[in-house]
């Protein structure tokens, strides 16, 4: 199941909004806004000119400042939100959300050393506070440092015991630890607490495909409810679909991802798949390798499969061409169309 554990692995991102970084998947429920893709930014000129005027007003006020700095990193100007953030902090550096929103800036500026420098200042002024805690519970995860990350999570659930997000870090915790049980029950607590988390949903659907459990499908279809057009969600129900006996409803599924994402090479690499493989039909699978390649011409991949869809088609011409082609993508790391070219040519 090689194309899921990529997947899994690719779901792992950094979302981060309202002074809080978050993992995810592509968001917690419907949406949270990440540094490229806020649903804030409609609304947030509007604000800004407000802003604008009260600051005139009141320059020396740094909750002005800091609610323009959040308007700011909603927009994606880093830098005009930091300046503000840091002009705050020079005013009064005794609230701790002013910290955590320069840390909110700097780790989306890739600077993790003085985003972790930030968090330490807010727990210095407040070792107890839960968004600190869970901000370096999470930073802690990206750096692997899973005891510290434990640490801050246990004392953020002694604030707030029903805190979804809480558990959905501890699952991921658990997860890159290898422990999958523990995950799956962190996940499972996580939409205990907040029914309509995506993030968990996908988890607990990637987690249950990896053991062929039919109970991904719930999984995928609650995060397909929440969020229908995320489209690794569609992903991750028809490829369990297709590895698990269903090559029909794969299709189907594969379709509708490529209704909100027409130019998915990965979707229309994986119908062919499924007509060359499951359903024997390799003048089918032409169409959507064809398809496949134009949207992504480096996918060795889908070359090698279209060399054999033409090889089983006995039109060795174009399969030796596209074993050329799936040897060339790889930089000649394919020996498996290196192996097919040679016997063709041996023929």
């Known amino acids: 199941m090689k194309h899921l554990f990529h997947l899994i692995r690719f779901l792992i991102i950094i979302i981060a909004a309202n002074g809080f970084l978050y993992l995810s998947s592509c968001g917690n ?10 649903p804030l930014v409609d609304t947030s000129e ?12 009141d320059p020396n006020n740094p909750s002005l400042l800091y609610q323009r700095a959040m308007v700011f990193y909603n927009m994606k100007n880093l830098y005009k939100g930091m300046e503000d953030i840091i002009r ?36 210095s002024l407040n070792p107890n506070d839960i968004n600190a805690n869970i901000k370096m519970g999470e930073l802690m995860f990206y750096l692997a440092d899973y005891v510290k990350m434990f640490t ?15 558990y959905f870090i501890k699952g991921m915790g658990f997860k890159e630890m290898g422990d999958t ?6 996940f499972a607590t996580t939409i205990e607490q907040d029914p309509e988390y995506f993030d968990a949903y996908m988890q ?4 249950h495909a990896t053991r062929h459990n039919p109970i991904a499908i719930q999984y995928y279809n609650n995060a397909i409810r929440i969020n229908p057009l995320m489209i ?33 090479a990965v979707a229309n690499h994986n119908i062919g798949y499924i007509f060359l493989f499951y359903k024997n039909d390799p003048a089918a699978s032409l169409q959507w390798f064809n398809r496949s390649v134009s949207l992504n011409p480096k996918a060795a991949n889908t070359y090698y499969h279209r060399g054999y869809a033409y090889e089983l088609l006995h039109d060795f011409e174009k399969a030796k061409e596209n074993y050329n082609l799936a040897i060339e993508a790889s930089q000649n790391q394919f020996p498996m169309a290196t192996e097919r070219l040679a016997r063709i040519q041996n023929k």
């Open 29 to 38: 429920k419907k949406t949270h806004p990440t540094i490229a893709d806020s």
């Open 46 to 57: 509007k604000k800004l000119q407000i802003l604008n005027k009260r600051i005139l007003d």
């Open 88 to 123: 705050a902090i020079n005013m009064d550096s005794s609230e701790v959300k002013y910290h955590l929103l320069l840390a909110d800036f700097y780790y989306a500026d890739t600077r993790i050393d003085e985003a972790r420098e930030r968090i330490e200042k807010a727990l």
């Open 152 to 166: 801050h999570l246990d004392i953020a659930l002694k604030q707030d015991p029903y805190n979804a997000k809480i």
């Open 181 to 186: 049980n523990l995950a799956i029950s962190s």
């Open 204 to 207: 607990l659907g990637n987690l």
């Open 232 to 264: 690794e969600a569609h992903y991750g129900l028809a490829y369990y679909l297709q590895e698990n006996g269903k090559p029909d409803d794969a299709i189907k599924i594969y379709n509708d991802l490529l209704s909100i994402d027409p130019s998915n």
